[in-house]
């Protein structure tokens, strides 16, 4: 992977996770790491560019923070995308922070999102870390101690918590692996909500419960 070819890759990212209502105009951003760069959508990519960035746009930024080439500002959630690349690099190589439409519900309660469906078993539950507002370093600190310890989802695929009132920050072994995590958790969200919704919501906790134990009385792997 070369800096050209993640700029591109972190474009259309973007541009999917704002078609498929993974973030909003509001927020969102997405980091990679090339060699020792990282490549990252700058700031209001959602809000003033709509998620539609020329791959020249996406910045390349040192493992310091400075800026070394693109238009734009580095976006204000850049410390908690360096804080996860520099603790986390032995695991994965791809940050996204995101707004997803169903899992703001879970954010808005502070309430973690259990796995209620196959896919989603292998990150376990998605947790709230403490909060901490948005842009400040205690959020960076918060999203890295949540992310500890799980470190095996990473490199298997992905994991992320949620920051109450705010958002999704998730940490996947490359960044197709992460939008795809994205999506699932957003799913499940839905799926729970739904299900809430519709007036099953004790029955899908029921079911969740009756299928944990199938999973673990059938000793396969997820
Ligand atoms: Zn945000």
Not at 53 to 81: F, T, W, Y
Not at 146 to 174: C, N, S, T
């Amino acid at each position: 992977m070369n800096i050209a070819t993640a700029r591109d890759h972190i474009a259309r990212i973007g541009g999917l996770l704002f078609e498929r209502r993974l973030t909003d105009a509001a927020g969102g951003n997405i980091s990679m790491r090339v060699g020792d760069v990282l490549c990252m959508s700058p700031s209001y990519s959602g809000g003033k560019r709509q998620w539609r960035l020329e791959p020249d746009r996406v910045l390349v930024v040192g493992m310091d923070g400075e800026k070394l080439e693109g238009e734009g500002q580095i976006s204000r959630e850049a410390n908690v995308h360096l804080r996860l690349h520099e603790e986390f690099c032995d695991y994965g190589t791809a940050v996204i922070h995101a707004h997803p439409r169903n899992l703001l519900v879970f954010a808005a309660l502070e309430e973690p999102v259990p796995p209620v469906l196959e896919a989603n078993l292998k990150f376990g539950e998605i947790r709230c870390v403490p909060y901490a507002p948005a842009h400040s370093p205690e959020l960076a600190e918060n999203v890295a101690a949540g992310i500890r310890g799980q470190e095996v989802k990473v490199r298997e695929q992905a994991y992320g918590v949620i920051a109450p009132w705010h958002g999704l920050f998730l940490m996947g072994k490359d960044l197709d692996a992460a939008f795809d995590a994205v999506e699932r958790i957003d799913t499940n969200a839905r799926t729970i909500l739904l299900a809430r919704m519709s007036g099953q919501g004790e029955r899908v906790e029921e079911k969740r419960r009756a299928l944990l134990g199938s999973v673990e009385a059938s000793g396969k792997e997820h």
